[in-house]
């Protein structure tokens, strides 16, 4: 596909073309019509994946195939309703997904593919990593079942912030919040200088992973197949662009 010109790019979600300025190149950033690079990305490894190599989402129905969102945007879940039997799940509403809670993990089975994009950087580490990325697994079809992956990773170590994370809650005082925990051996412990994603009181920060680290999770969960997507030349047609070769894309499969 050839670029209209330099700074001119066609979202491959919906199709419309749009420029973009080098100061909007960036994983979070170029939000055109509701879309950062990044759910343009995860569009285009999840169509590649699946065979529309190069193709735009809003032009392909297709409701034999099946999947899930974890927690997707109002618009990527939009424009997946359009073309697959796609089903957006949350924590904290319905349509309900819990990746510790079988109930929950099995009213989801056989699927195609899963999107769980900036998730597991905020799931707690009880009862286990290991298990959720397990649970991950055994919803998708176990030939050709497909899983697009996104956290922020560094190159380095892995850390978990809480790592005897159990029975806990946050407290706000006076804009301060406090995590208050007691450890699965009744041990208490409190911490401060929380990260929050999305602001305060929003979203958690559990950890940070490692590329390692996340290699290790999806392989001994059983994927194959496990693949960091650099931004090459063909995503860079649609509009997708990184700042730095991290927190890429991931996309593994259970061959």
């Not at 602001?199 to 197949?225: I, V």
């Amino acid at each position: 596909m050839k670029k209209l010109s330099d700074t001119t790019y066609r979202c491959n979600i919906t199709g419309q073309y749009f420029t973009l300025e080098n100061q909007d190149k960036g994983r979070e950033k170029c939000n055109r019509f509701g879309f950062t690079s990044r759910d343009r990305a995860i569009v285009y490894c999840l169509l590649n994946k699946l065979g529309y190599f190069k193709q735009i989402l809003n032009k392909i129905k297709n409701p034999q195939i099946t999947g899930i969102g974890m927690t997707d945007s109002p618009a990527l879940s939009k424009a997946l309703y359009g073309s697959f039997s796609y089903t957006n799940t949350f924590f904290h509403q319905e349509p309900l997904l819990d990746i510790y809670n079988l109930k929950h993990i099995n009213q989801f089975k056989n699927l195609d593919f899963i999107i769980c994009s900036e998730v597991f950087e905020h799931i707690s580490p009880y009862p286990g990593l290991d298990i959720a990325f397990s649970n991950l697994y055994n919803m998708l079809k176990q030939n050709n079942g497909i899983l697009i992956f996104s956290v922020p990773y560094n190159l380095q170590k892995h850390y978990e912030h809480f790592p005897a994370l159990y029975n806990y809650q946050i407290i706000n005082q006076n804009n301060n919040y406090i995590l208050y925990n007691t450890t699965i051996e009744e041990k208490k412990e409190q911490f401060t200088d929380l990260i929050f994603h999305g602001g305060p009181g929003e979203t958690l920060e559990m950890r940070q992973f490692s590329k390692q680290s996340l290699e290790k999770y999806l392989s001994e969960a059983g994927f194959n197949h496990i693949t960091f997507h650099d931004i090459d030349q063909d995503m860079q047609e649609f509009g997708i662009f990184w700042e730095l070769p991290i927190s890429l894309i991931i996309s593994a499969e259970t061959i």
